[in-house]
């Protein structure tokens, strides 16, 4: 009897020790500004934008898992493999973007940290700021990986509190359903924005940096662990875990944007509170519309998933840039072992800090993040795709025909998103 018991909770046990790149990458992706993103969406247009997670989360599971099967057969990050198979100016051209796009990102994040927990317990914004922006370096360069990545697991848990709200508020279930499957589409330049906007955020380049580098360093701390082009005999199971980990992850990135979509389309939106700019001002708008534990829920959520993208967003400009100069690099080195991959983690975070103090409008600053984001988006999925497909890169474990295909769909959908964003603008 006794074994009996214990086999259901060692099966549990074990499917939960698989979660990690796929979970944490899924979860950064609803930064405070992804937040502020999906609460325009649903206060500007009500549930009529839900279909959009639907429709995005296969092309994003799709793409995330083209990234983490690069760096699980190779051993070796994304803009390291671009800079052995293409030019030395693309593997920089991109690194650049990828750094100016992400600090810009930081600051976005790191601002609307510091207002979510001025709302709830006064002082002023930019010393809440400074605080994060501090703690995140920290813990980043001074917390070993191995303890650090069970940090960003758990915070992940602070997204739940968005699929909570959604139970604080009155919800027609049965309309929501039908606008999910069948949306009401308004053929105008504001309803177009939005929907790419949705697709930029949901999709972003320093996604697929960080899981590729997060696979890597996984075989780096797993004593006995080595890339699958040496030791192919764990393929089957390495990605049978990959699999399982970055399509909970994205689903869960998705399910809680679908949430936060929701609950402002049926809070801002029903009382014509129809023009959200940060994930703050969202948070506020909710106080007087939904009570205090919503705004509380909400404001706390802004927090804990700034704390985990911060060092996402950071860090994937870090792996990129230290990968594309051949330097040492890796959140299990020692600062004194990396000093330069643990500076460009220091100059990403800080610099958003810096930003913060200046006159440059975040929203602003963030449409420009949002745009760099989705130009260099198309030509590295596009890159990843034609890595993922030759045999000198993956061996034998080139991507069969249907994850080509998912790949393919989603680097054309966001090569269409980016021309219908110019074309409005």
């Known amino acids: 009897m006794s074994s009996l018991t214990k086999k259901p909770h060692h099966k549990h046990h074990y499917s939960l020790r698989k979660l990690g790149p796929g979970l944490i990458t899924?979860?950064?992706?609803?930064?405070p500004s992804g937040i502020a993103t999906y609460s325009q969406a649903g206060a500007q247009f009500g549930p009529n934008l839900l279909w959009t997670m639907v429709l995005l989360y296969p092309l994003m599971a799709g793409i995330q898992i083209v990234s983490a099967r690069i760096g699980m057969v190779?051993?070796?990050?994304?803009?390291?493999?671009?800079?052995?198979?293409?030019?030395?100016?693309?593997?920089?051209?991109v690194v650049?973007?990828?750094l100016i796009a992400n600090t810009i990102n930081i600051a976005a994040d790191?601002?609307?940290?510091?207002?979510?927990?001025?709302?709830?317990?006064?002082?002023?914004?930019?010393?809440?700021a400074i605080i994060f922006a501090v703690s995140s370096l920290l813990l980043q360069v001074f917390i070993p990986y191995r303890r650090y990545v069970h940090v960003l697991k758990w915070l992940t848990l602070s997204l739940l509190s968005y699929v909570a709200v959604v139970f604080m508020v009155q919800v027609p279930w049965p309309e929501v359903?039908?606008?999910?499957?069948?949306?009401?589409?308004?053929?105008?330049?504001?309803?177009?924005?939005?929907?790419?906007?949705?697709?930029?955020?949901?999709?972003?380049?320093?996604?697929?940096?960080?899981q590729a580098s997060q696979e890597v360093e996984d075989i780096h701390v797993n004593n006995g662990h080595?890339?699958?082009?040496?030791?192919?005999?764990?393929?089957?199971?390495?990605?049978?875990?990959?699999?399982f980990d970055t399509y909970i992850g994205m689903g869960f990135s998705n399910l809680v944007a679908f949430f936060i979509i929701l609950s402002t389309a049926m809070t801002l939106n029903v009382a014509g509170v129809t023009n959200i700019q940060t994930s703050a001002q969202a948070a506020e708008a909710l106080r007087p519309l939904a009570g205090e534990v919503t705004f509380l829920l909400f404001s706390l959520g802004i927090i804990g998933t700034g704390m985990l993208a911060v060092p996402v967003l950071a860090g994937s400009a870090a792996y990129a840039v230290a990968e594309c100069f051949h330097w040492p690099e890796g959140l299990d080195q020692k600062a004194q072992a990396a000093k330069r991959f643990y500076g460009i983690i220091a100059l990403a975070t800080l610099g958003g800090v810096v930003l913060d103090f200046t006159s440059?409008?975040?929203?602003?600053?963030?449409?420009?993040?949002?745009?760099?984001?989705?130009?260099?988006?198309?030509?590295i999925m596009a890159v990843m795709m034609i890595?993922?497909?030759?045999?000198?890169?993956?061996?034998?474990?080139?991507?069969?025909?249907?994850?080509?295909?998912?790949?393919?769909?989603?680097?054309?959908?966001?090569?269409?998103?980016?021309i219908t964003m110019f074309v409005f603008w």
């Open 96 to 98: 650049f973007l990828l």
């Open 360 to 379: 440059i409008d975040p929203v602003q600053a963030l449409i420009w993040s949002a745009v760099i984001n989705g130009v260099i988006a198309i030509p």
């Open 177 to 210: 359903l039908l606008r999910t499957i069948w949306p009401h589409i308004t053929p105008n330049a504001e309803y177009a924005t939005i929907v790419v906007a949705l697709f930029g955020t949901t999709i972003s380049p320093y996604l697929f940096f960080w």
């Open 26 to 31: 899924g979860a950064a992706d609803d930064d």
């Open 110 to 128: 790191i601002a609307a940290m510091g207002a979510a927990l001025r709302l709830v317990i006064g002082g002023g914004e930019h010393g809440h």
């Open 74 to 93: 190779t051993g070796k990050g994304l803009a390291e493999n671009i800079r052995d198979m293409f030019p030395r100016w693309l593997c920089l051209s």
């Open 226 to 243: 080595t890339s699958l082009l040496q030791a192919p005999q764990n393929a089957r199971r390495e990605f049978r875990r990959m699999r």
């Open 387 to 418: 890595m993922a497909s030759k045999p000198e890169i993956m061996g034998a474990f080139v991507i069969k025909k249907k994850l080509r295909i998912l790949g393919w769909t989603a680097t054309a959908l966001m090569l269409i998103t980016v």
